[in-house]
């Protein structure tokens, strides 16, 4: 994407630091996201990728440092108020009710965002106007012909989708994705790398994900977070060819 980088970020963190212990996870982290752009993090295993989402989705509190996401300092909000402000982490796989059906899945992230509770053992689906906006973000992912089969009964690919329509069903600008690729066949991936092409084109997407040539193909910029520091940003060419990052981590994954 041309020009993004020009305009006020979306969404700012600066100075992000999370401990666990003595164990510092995530240290100094600083990076802006431009409106539209699609911002990958990657790193190995441990550098504190998904930590660094909680942080930025709500979930965990940072020990220091300053979220701002449209203007506004969200430092001090918890990840409920996030996510009505438009700021919508994909749920954990886990997170999936599967006795419920996918609709009442995506009914209840709308319910969520509505405001009129968080009580997720409410099945949401008697709601009509909920119902729609649910069928719309099913719609988006290509899940609607799934609408009424449990979620349980879905395959893993599909669940992924699911979870980004979950995402998507709370109205948010920026979406944060941790590994949506995890676990996927090549044809589901197919599917994944498609649909988040497609949500580039609506949305501020931060993406973790471990798929090079998935994060390659689909980034504006890249950062790398290694044992909690970030040691680049760039264009997926710059990221390629910095020699930092290929002593850190790509020529780790090309070993
Ligand atoms: N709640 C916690 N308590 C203690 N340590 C934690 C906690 N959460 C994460 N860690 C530790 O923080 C480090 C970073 O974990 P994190 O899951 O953020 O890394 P990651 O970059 O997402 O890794 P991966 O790519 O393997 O998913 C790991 O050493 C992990 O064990």
Not at 86 to 91: E, K, N
Not at 182 to 187: N, Q
């Given at each position: 994407m041309t020009g993004a980088h020009a305009s006020d970020p979306i969404l700012a963190i600066a100075g992000l630091r999370k401990s666990f212990g003595a164990l510092t996870v995530t240290d100094d982290v600083t990076l802006d996201v431009a409106p539209g752009e699609l911002h990958a993090i990657i790193g190995p295993n441990g550098a504190g990728k998904t930590t660094l989402i909680h942080q930025i989705s709500g979930m965990l509190r940072s020990d220091r440092g300053k979220v701002t996401f449209r203007g506004r300092d969200i430092t001090g909000l918890n990840m409920v108020e996030r996510v009505r402000l438009?700021?919508?982490?994909?749920?954990q796989i886990t997170?999936?009710?599967?006795?419920?059906?996918?609709?009442?899945?995506?009914?209840?992230?709308v319910q969520?965002?509505?405001g009129s509770s968080f009580r997720f053992f409410r099945p949401a689906a008697a709601e009509r106007a909920l119902n729609t906006e649910a069928m719309a973000a099913l719609a988006q992912v290509g899940l609607e012909d799934r609408a009424d089969r449990r979620a349980g009964s879905l395959s893993h690919g599909e669940k992924r989708q699911l979870e980004i329509a979950i995402a998507l069903a709370t109205a948010a600008r920026v979406l944060l994705l941790d590994e949506p690729l995890?676990?996927?066949?090549?044809?589901e991936s197919g599917v994944l790398v498609d649909l988040m092409r497609t949500l580039k084109?609506?949305?501020?997407?931060?993406?973790?994900?471990?798929?090079m040539e998935a994060v390659f193909s689909l980034a504006d910029r890249v950062s790398v977070l290694v044992y909690g520091r970030l040691i680049a940003t760039g264009t997926p060419g710059a990221i390629r060819n910095d020699p930092d990052v290929r002593t850190a981590y790509l020529g780790e994954e090309a070993a």
């Open positions: 438009g700021l919508a982490r994909s749920f997170s999936i009710l599967d006795g419920f059906t996918v609709l009442e899945n995506a009914a209840m992230a969520a965002r509505s995890a676990g996927t066949g090549r044809e084109s609506s949305h501020t997407i931060v993406l973790i994900e471990h798929d």
